[in-house]
């Protein structure tokens, strides 16, 4: 099986891919690789922020990598948090800090309507490449359920009646941005003729 290494801090980001990846791909995170370091995000856009991560690994510790970088852009904040959405209520804030101003910004505001963006930057054999997974749906006005992570207690997507927090992770993962995203990856990978392989 083939190893490739997925750059993230974040260990739900983690579960959800291994979960997509697992027995096609051997999925080795940036701890294993000794990369434990803060990883600057310092672009204004999603696919700045996943191309900077990725960079990052190549650029210091030399192997071929991915990234992912995720926003919630809602529609009645101009789509905001956006690139901003880990640190939406301020820098070392928690999950619940941000949804707690999510729901405060956004008040009585009958427009709920917000999609969670993920776009993944993909090193390889000195090419870069993005893959993009977007799913719609809106904010309730209350969390609900106990599961995933971030602003999944407050989003429900488009033709489901609960978040992504009420829902098992293959049912996140069939429908998310970040499933959509990692399913283009796949693809590509499955269909990656290596040049190195080329020219044995
Ligand atoms: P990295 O180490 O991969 O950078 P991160 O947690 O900093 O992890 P991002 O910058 O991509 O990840 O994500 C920004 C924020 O968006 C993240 O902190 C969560 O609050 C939220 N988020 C990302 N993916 C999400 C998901 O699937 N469901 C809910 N919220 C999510």
Redesign the pocket.
């Known amino acids: 099986m083939k190893s490739i290494i997925f750059?993230?801090?974040?260990q739900?980001?983690l579960k959800?891919v291994k979960a997509i990846l697992d027995g096609k791909y051997h999925i080795i995170s940036?701890t294993d690789i000794n990369c434990t370091e803060e990883?600057p995000?310092t672009s204004n856009t999603?696919e700045g922020?996943?191309l900077q991560?990725a960079r990052y690994v190549k650029e210091n510790y030399g192997y071929d990598c991915f990234?992912?970088?995720?926003?919630?852009e809602v529609d009645a904040l101009g789509g905001e948090?956006g690139?901003?959405?880990?640190?939406?209520a301020g820098v070392g804030c928690s999950?619940e800090d941000?949804v707690r101003k999510l729901l405060d910004t956004l008040g009585d505001n009958p427009n709920r309507t917000a999609r969670?963006r993920?776009v993944i930057a993909l090193i390889l054999e000195g090419r870069e490449y993005l893959f993009e997974g977007i799913v719609n749906g809106r904010i309730i006005r209350e969390g609900k359920g106990t599961g995933?992570?971030?602003?999944?207690p407050v989003?429900v997507p488009d033709g489901y009646t609960e978040t992504?927090s009420e829902m098992a992770l293959e049912l996140?993962n069939s429908i998310?941005?970040?499933g959509r995203a990692v399913s283009k990856l796949a693809e590509f990978l499955n269909q990656y003729k290596s040049t190195e392989s080329n020219n044995n």
């Open positions: 750059v993230t801090h974040n739900n980001k959800e940036s990883i995000e999603i922020n996943a991560k990234a992912d970088d995720t926003g919630l948090p690139v901003d959405s880990a640190i939406y999950y941000n969670f993920t995933g992570f971030g602003y999944d989003f992504f996140k998310s941005h970040r």
